[in-house]
Antibody, heavy 121, light 108 residues
């Protein structure tokens, strides 16, 4: 069955960097675009970034553009989110999510359990 | 302000039906049929309930249904059950980005 597992979260000081990973299993990873979505404590969902199935294109929310980089390794079935110049407002649970349809950026039907990133001095 | 506007809260009694609306504040928000709905219980990951306006993923109860008229999409839950109490988010997407509504807390 489809499984997504995030890791790499933790506490970090403002201005520092962190890299999140999402290991995928149970489906043909290289056929699916992948999303990162975050949720600040007590707040709603915020889309962060998407990468196409083959890694050829990446798109970002305005709030992270230029600071975050989404990438993937289709040989290892791993999705990444490199987060640089972190700010307090980046504090959130970060989820990786798989779209319902392959070769698309459609609604996400599988989500990981999330990894918490806390940015604080 | 979110590009998708939802009521902050709705409530209903067991057995009743409720409807949650989602209004796009801009014509640039997603494709015409790209609306989806997620359910989220506290401390859990979101669960896809409706995609592409009115389609249910396998395993989702047929008590959940979606519609769209103009720039407003709606999620209707019929025969409310206690376990339906959760936060609900609408969403819309293009190939380049995704938008979420601010979320609606359903109290049963």
């Amino acid at each position: 069955q489809v499984h997504l597992e995030e890791s790499g979260g933790g506490g970090v000081q403002p201005g520092r960097s962190l890299r999140l990973s999402c290991v995928a299993s149970g489906f043909t990873f290289s056929n699916y675009g992948m999303h990162w979505v975050r949720q600040a404590p007590g707040k709603g969902l915020e889309w962060v970034a998407v990468i196409w199935y083959d890694g050829s294109s990446q798109f970002y929310a305005d709030s992270v553009q230029g600071r975050f980089t989404i990438s993937r390794d289709n040989s290892k079935n791993i999705l990444y989110l490199q987060m640089n110049s972190l700010r307090a407002e980046d504090t959130a649970v970060y989820y990786c999510a798989r779209p319902h349809f392959d070769h698309s950026s459609s609604a996400a039907d599988y989500w990981g359990q999330g990894t918490l990133v806390t940015v604080s001095s | 302000q979110s590009a998708l506007t939802q009521p902050a809260s709705v409530s209903g009694s067991p057995g009743q039906s409720i409807t949650i609306s989602c209004t796009a504040t801009s014509s640039n928000v997603g494709g015409y049929n790209s609306v989806s709905w997620y359910q989220q219980h506290p401390g859990k990951a979101p669960k896809l309930m409706i995609y592409d306006v009115s389609n249910r993923p396998s395993g989702v109860s047929d008590r959940f249904s979606g519609t769209k008229s103009g720039n407003t999409a709606s999620l209707t839950i019929s025969g409310l059950q206690a376990e339906d109490e959760a936060d609900y988010y609408c969403s819309s997407y293009t190939s380049r980005r995704t938008w979420f509504g601010g979320g609606t807390k359903l109290t049963v």
